[in-house]
C-alpha cells in the first residue's frame, strides 16, 4: 500500500512537473507575441494626480485570469517553506498571470480603439484552490484595470 | 455612465460631487467547475472557468456600484478601484467603488 502510494505521488509529481512546464512556455511565447504586438500604445500608471489627458472618450477596462499552481511546483513551495529563500516557482506564476491580465485589459482597451491607457492598477487575490487543503495559494487571480482613452 | 480611474473625465469637467458609489458581490464555486479545477491544479494553467466566474461577478458588482450612482444622479464614475477577497473556503468577495460626478 505504502509503495502504491509513494508511486501515486511520484506519478503527480512527473505529471506536474512536464505539463506545467509545457503549460508555462506556451504562455510565455504567448506573452510575449501578444506584448510586441501591442507595444505602440502605452500602459501608465498614472494620470490621478496630474492633468486630464486631452480626449474624446474615456472607458473603463478590465482584465483578469485565474492561474493555478501545478503539483510540482506545490510540492517544490513546500520543500522551499522549510529552508527559506526565493520561491522561484511562484515568482514565474505571478509574473505570467499579471502579463496575461495586462494584455487582455490592453487588447480589449484596443479593439475600442484607445491611443493610451491611464492609471493601470493591479490587484492580485489568492483564491484557495485544493478543496480541504488550505496550505499555499491553490490558484491566484490577478486583475490589471485602467482607463483607455481616445 | 461614464466609468474612469481618472480623477476626472477627459474632455469634461465635473459639475458635482455625489461621494462614494459602491458595489459588491460575493460568489461561490461551482461544485463541478472546483472539481475540475482540482484536477487543473495538478498539472497548472489557467483556470477558464474561474476567470470567467470572477470576471462575471466583477461585471455585476460594477453594475451594482452604477446603479447606486444612477440613484444618486449621476452621469459617471471617476477614481474607480477594484478589491478582492476570500471571505471564507471556496467564497470571494469582489468588490468595486468610485466616486460618483456629474461631469458636463
Redesign the interface.
Known amino acids: 500500500m505504502d509503495g502504491l502510494e509513494i508511486l501515486i505521488f511520484l506519478f ?1 509529481l512527473i ?2 512537473y512536464f ?2 512546464t509545457y ?2 512556455k506556451r ?1 510565455y511565447k504567448s506573452i510575449r507575441e501578444r506584448e510586441r504586438k501591442t507595444l505602440h500604445v502605452p500602459m501608465v500608471t498614472f ?3 496630474q492633468s ?9 477596462f ?1 482584465g ?8 510540482f ?2 510540492i517544490s513551495a513546500t520543500l522551499r517553506n522549510l529552508v527559506g529563500g526565493r520561491v522561484m516557482v511562484y515568482e514565474s506564476l505571478l509574473d505570467r498571470g499579471r502579463r ?1 491580465a495586462l494584455l487582455r485589459m490592453k487588447e480589449e482597451a484596443m479593439a475600442w480603439g484607445a491611443n493610451q491607457i ?4 493591479l ?1 492580485t ?7 480541504g487543503n ?1 496550505s499555499g495559494p ?2 491566484v ?1 490577478v ?1 490589471a ?3 483607455g ?1 481616445r | 455612465m461614464i466609468l474612469t480611474t481618472l480623477e476626472g473625465v477627459p474632455g469634461k469637467t465635473i459639475v458635482e460631487h455625489y461621494g462614494l458609489a459602491q458595489g459588491s458581490t460575493i460568489r461561490a464555486k461551482h461544485i463541478g467547475k472546483d472539481i475540475m479545477a482540482s484536477l487543473k491544479n495538478l498539472v497548472g494553467g489557467e483556470l477558464k472557468a474561474y476567470t470567467e466566474l470572477l470576471q462575471e461577478s466583477r461585471q455585476e458588482a460594477v453594475e451594482r456600484m452604477v446603479q447606486q450612482a444612477e440613484e444618486l444622479g449621476a452621469n459617471a464614475v471617476v477614481n474607480i478601484r477594484f478589491a478582492t477577497s476570500s471571505v471564507a473556503q471556496g467564497a470571494a468577495e469582489l468588490f468595486a467603488y468610485g466616486t460618483a460626478v456629474k461631469v458636463e
Open positions: 503527480l505529471l506536474g505539463s506545467g503549460f508555462e504562455h494620470g490621478a494626480k486630464l489627458p486631452e480626449a474624446q472618450d474615456a472607458q473603463l478590465v483578469s485570469v485565474v492561474i493555478s499552481v501545478d503539483y511546483k506545490m496575461e491611464m492609471n493601470v492598477r490587484e487575490a489568492a483564491i484557495g484552490g485544493r478543496s488550505n491553490g490558484s487571480e486583475i484595470y485602467g482607463t482613452i
